[in-house]
């Protein structure tokens, strides 16, 4: 059989292009190198923040179809998919960063709620605001809930006659005009292929003849135990946060409510070591951790400073931060999803419609020069 597509790999990003294909009626195939669910790439884990508190406009304005396409998704399998919380954005209040996102929140009319520091508390109980910082929260910001979404996306996907194959590694691709995906138990053919390979999207496309500048970190996944139980929980309106430029820290920190374990909150370091995603969890890299109980003692002061429960997940950062949306540049049939650097899940549903256009033969529906593989001409490291 020929498929018109074939997808590989199952996170986020190619669950949601198989989904979008398989809903404008082709004939579309899913791989997967695990059996799944599977915890061992990007897109596990109950919870991620979305939010469109973001300095540039053009995520901005994907967020805005994104959280529609969100709730589409909740309505076509039944489940609920996003909880409300806001978001609470701190940072040194005159620093350029802090800045940026707040001026771009107010001209993208993004409804936000400027705290002045004697009002604080008041509102954000339990919290520590570093002298200098700002806050603001953006007030439709919450929590997606992760594994849900990616089952979610996967079923609509098979309801629509997509195809998933799971436990089944993507060994070999042989571009043409019908491309040749080698699996370590198959052979399939098909009209176009879309790589979505997450941490492992270097390796494969370099069968391809493409290296891209991707590197893969491993983040520590920091769970911390309430000293009073409830006290930043999502049912008490706790928001997630971000704290931008640390003391303790050279990169930010994040933070979601308690609510997938009860009585534990989620803090943790946007950056990590590098790590070859095949070996991820023989490494025991807790340099970031040190930095994480800094910061709770002086910030989050009840929480008990040492991580409760420590997971682990993978990042695949670009050198600006940038995913990358693209053609292959030598083979045109050939769409490139990748490097979503620790922030592509809240976008998951946009970015599969991206892909899926792309791999339509359509124009996308967003200017994608951010995205695309150009930039990193003259620049590759
Ligand atoms: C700790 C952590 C917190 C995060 N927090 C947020 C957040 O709050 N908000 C947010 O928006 N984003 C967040 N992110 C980022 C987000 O989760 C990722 O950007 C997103 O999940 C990436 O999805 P993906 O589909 O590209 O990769 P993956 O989920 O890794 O999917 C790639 C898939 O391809 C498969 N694959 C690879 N090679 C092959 C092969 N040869 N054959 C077959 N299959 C193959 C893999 O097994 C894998 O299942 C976070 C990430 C982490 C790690
Ligand atoms: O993407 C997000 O919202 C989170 C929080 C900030 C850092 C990375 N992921």
Known sequence: MVYECIVIGAGI?????????????????????????????????????????????????MMQESYKLWAELEKEAGVKLYRHTGLLLMGPENGKDFQLIKSSMQRNKI?????????????IPNVNLTSGDGAIVETTAGVLYADRALRAAQAVFQTHGGTIKDGEKVINIEPGDLITVTTDSGTYQAKNLV????????????????????????????????????????NNRFPCF??????????????????EYPGLMKVCYHMGSETDPDERDRQTDRREVDALSGYISRCFPGLVPVPAVVESCMYTITPDKHFVLDRHPSYSNIVIGAGFSGHGFKFGPVVGKVLCEMSMGQNPSYDLSPFSIHRFNGNPK
């Open 195 to 234: 790589i979505t390979a997450g941490p492992w999207a270097k390796t494969l496309l370099s069968h391809t003849g493409l290296q891209l500048p991707l590197q893969v970190l491993r983040i520590n996944v920091c769970y911390w135990k309430e000293k009073i139980p409830g006290s930043y929980s999502i």
């Open 242 to 259: 971000i704290q931008m430029q640390p003391k303790e820290a050279e990169h930010d920190i994040y933070g979601l409510p308690s609510n």
């Open 111 to 123: 409804p936000t709620v400027v705290l002045e520091r004697h009002e604080f508390s008041q509102h």
């Open 13 to 61: 990003q190619g669950s949601f292009t198989a989904y979008h294909l398989a809903k404008n009626n082709k004939k579309t195939l899913l791989l997967e190198q695990f059996v799944l669910p599977h915890s061992r790439g990007s897109s596990h884990g109950q919870t991620r923040i979305i939010r469109k508190a973001y300095e540039h406009d053009f995520y901005i304005h």
